[in-house]
Every structure is written in C-alpha cells, then in structure tokens.
C-alpha cells in the first residue's frame, strides 16, 4: 500500500506560479510512476506531469508544457510539480498519483493506482 501525502497550492493571481509537493508513503517500491493529474471544475480527471521514480524521464500534457517542471526527490520520496504563469484555467483539484508501469509515463487516469487526497488550486483573472 502506498500513502501520497499532499502539500502546497492555494489562492495565486493569473500569471504567478505555485508549487505542490507529495510525499509518497509505505510500499514505495510498488510504484514507478508518480504523477499529477487534476480535475477543473466540471471537466473529468486529467493528466498534468508525470516521471519515473529510476530514469527521471518526465511526461507532460500540452497545456502544461513550457508553464509546468515536475522534479522528484528520490531520498525523500516526493515529487513536486512547479507551475507557472498560472492562467485562470488552471483552476483545478490537482491530484498526486502514484503507477506502476514497466516502460515511460502514462497518461491515462486508468493507469494510477495509488492516489492522494487532492489539493486545490485557484488562479483568479
């Protein structure tokens, strides 16, 4: 079993940067993957970054590439998510996400199968 325990977002103005953490609980080893996701209001689950706990290697979604750099900690089993020049469509519940997958960072919300609570994010225009 795996705890992801969330920290950081809240209140920014559009065009500010915000900063989440998630530090990953118990039987870390059955998860390679960790990743953030996140739910605008009315809109399904969605993926933001991903990245491989070994390799590093990182995953983004269009809308968070060039604004978004999800980095990790291996020795403190966290991994952050730094975001900036916010737009007000970026309000959303934001989710840390923990898989376990062979090869690259999945996209697909089906492929997380350790979740946290959920941390919310509001950029006022």
């Known amino acids: 079993q795996v705890q992801l325990l969330e920290s950081g977002g809240g209140l920014v103005k559009a065009g500010g940067a915000l900063s989440v953490s998630c530090a990953a609980v118990g039987r870390t080893c059955s998860s390679s993957v960790m990743a953030w996701l996140r739910r605008a209001p009315g809109k399904e689950r969605s993926f933001v970054a991903g990245?491989?706990?070994?390799?590093?290697?990182?995953a983004y979604a269009d809308s968070a590439l060039g604004r978004c750099t999800i980095s990790r900690a291996n020795a403190k089993n966290t991994v952050y998510l730094q975001m900036n020049s916010l737009k007000p469509e970026d309000t959303a519940i934001y989710y840390c996400a923990a898989a376990d997958v062979r090869l690259g960072v999945p996209r697909g919300v089906e492929n997380y199968d350790y979740w946290g609570q959920g941390t919310q994010v509001t950029v006022s225009s």
């Open positions: 990245i491989r706990w070994g390799s590093g290697t990182s």
